[in-house]
């Protein structure tokens, strides 16, 4: 009787590792999947968004030769496109810089609140007391996840908004210096 006893807590306890293993990676993947979704939302809006203003700046540049009236100003116009692309590649990388600063401290944050979770999980008295931790770790882990996720979409997106800005004026401009002579 006793033989079987300690077979089954020699089980229990190698099952409980494993389990915790387990959580740990379904919590390091949902958190490598939502960062990989938001940054993969925030590349696609700004590919699309260089791409939309590259065509609308050719088309003007196209235009521009009966819209300007002299070398000069069709050049100050064309500066004026370059220092917007600039100012925008700017907010861009310094936006980016901080939403990855943001993303790894998140990393760590669950590594190092893994690690305790499996500290307890180990420590645990009876196989119901280690279950409950790592159910409760995992929830933990998952609403913690979600948000965070939900943040940095939404970080992202405010992001692009602020990046895309400078072009944005740059193209109104455009637009309404190419619409002087159809208006006219």
């Known amino acids: 009787m006793s033989n079987v006893k300690s077979k089954t807590a020699a089980a229990s306890s190698i099952e409980t590792p494993k389990s915790i293993e387990s959580a740990v990676a379904v919590g390091r993947e949902t958190l490598e999947q939502v960062v990989k979704a938001s940054a993969d939302a925030a590349n696609k809006g ?27 100003e069709a050049m100050s116009f064309n500066k004026e496109n370059i220092e917007a692309f600039v100012r925008s590649g700017s907010i861009f990388a ?4 901080e939403a990855t600063k943001s993303v ?61 800005g400078p072009i944005n004026e740059r193209v109104n401009e455009t637009v309404s210096k190419l619409m002087k002579p159809i208006a006219a």
């Open 104 to 164: 790894f401290a998140l990393t760590q944050e669950a590594f190092e609140e893994s690690v305790v979770a499996s500290k307890a999980i180990l420590g645990a008295k009876s196989m119901k007391e280690a279950v409950d931790l790592q159910t409760g770790f995992v929830k933990t882990s998952f609403d913690k996840v979600v948000a965070e996720g939900g943040k940095i979409s939404e970080t992202s997106f405010k992001l692009a908004e602020e990046a895309f």
């Open 46 to 72: 700004y590919e699309k968004a260089v791409a939309m203003t590259k065509e609308n700046v050719e088309a003007a540049v196209k235009a521009g030769a009966s819209v300007f009236k002299n070398y000069e």
């Open 94 to 97: 310094k936006g980016w810089q």
